[in-house]
């Protein structure tokens, strides 16, 4: 079997998940908050030596050992996907004069408090439940240093510290938190939250953020750049198709014209 037919296929399944990503950053180009992705590729060593024998060629057969070389083992080189990253940089500001729509301005997170435990998302998009609980769009508790909020006045007012105030007293700060490493150790787990998979005492209190009450942060995903990387994904992926077309049509030729016997 033709294993250059490898190199075409490692290239095809990674051209595959750069289109699933850019799907999903397209799919929530008008997501309150969203981050998008990026897609790194590398390329695999090739291990010419693991588990592979020396070909010994017939003994009536006059060719070189050298130049059959090429021939042993897994020696042909593949790309892979390195890595997916996240585009941490700030969203485009949207003035809703809602006084319960809240931007966060630098790098930090809302904590929320879900029934799964904290998770943590840049929509600032909040409400308040039927209980008088600030929450989410999706109606999970926005934690204050405090604990919950409890929205009882009527004027709900958010400096650019987080310090919520009600008819001028203040009530709670707003549980703003950053990471040590939120590129590799944050996952997405649905309904634009996120998870961190790090250790605890790397979620530290996210100072350098600022509060914008009455906007909120559109999501930072470049359509056109990414309809763009969309149509060269999926021009590449058919070039890599073909090529794995054509080396199938050549193994099958190998199988049946090659092995004929004519008199």
Request: hydrophobic share 35%; charged share 20%; aromatic share 8%.
């Amino acid at each position: 079997m033709l294993k250059n037919i490898y190199t075409p296929l490692a290239g095809a399944i990674s051209q595959e998940r750069a289109l699933e990503m850019i799907a999903n950053n397209l799919a929530n180009v008008n997501t309150v908050g969203f981050k998008g992705d990026n897609v790194t590729f590398t390329l695999q060593e090739p291990e010419p030596f693991k588990n592979y024998p020396s070909p010994l060629p017939p003994a009536n057969f006059k060719q070189d050992l050298g130049d059959i070389f090429p021939l042993r083992g897994n020696d042909m080189s593949y790309v892979g996907v390195a890595a997916m990253h996240k585009d941490m940089t700030q969203g485009p500001a949207i003035n809703t004069q809602n006084p319960y729509d809240l931007m966060i301005e630098g790098q930090g997170f809302l904590t929320a408090q879900t029934s799964e435990g904290p998770r943590y998302t840049r929509a600032g998009n909040l409400t308040v439940s039927q209980d008088g609980v600030l929450v989410t769009k999706q109606g999970d508790p926005v934690l204050g240093e405090k604990g919950l909020i409890y929205i009882r006045g009527t004027q709900f007012e958010v400096n650019n510290r987080g310090e919520i105030f009600q008819d001028g007293q203040m009530l709670d700060r707003l549980k703003l938190v950053n990471f040590s490493n939120p590129t590799d150790n944050l996952e997405r787990v649905g309904n634009n939250y996120y998870h961190y998979a790090g250790r605890a005492e790397d979620i530290q209190p996210a100072g350098s953020a600022s509060i914008r009450q009455g906007f909120l942060e559109g999501s930072n995903v470049n359509a056109i750049k990414n309809l763009t990387g969309m149509i060269i994904a999926h021009r590449s992926y058919e070039a890599y198709q073909k090529a794995v077309s054509n080396y199938d049509q050549i193994m099958e030729k190998s199988s049946n014209a090659i092995g004929d016997v004519r008199a």
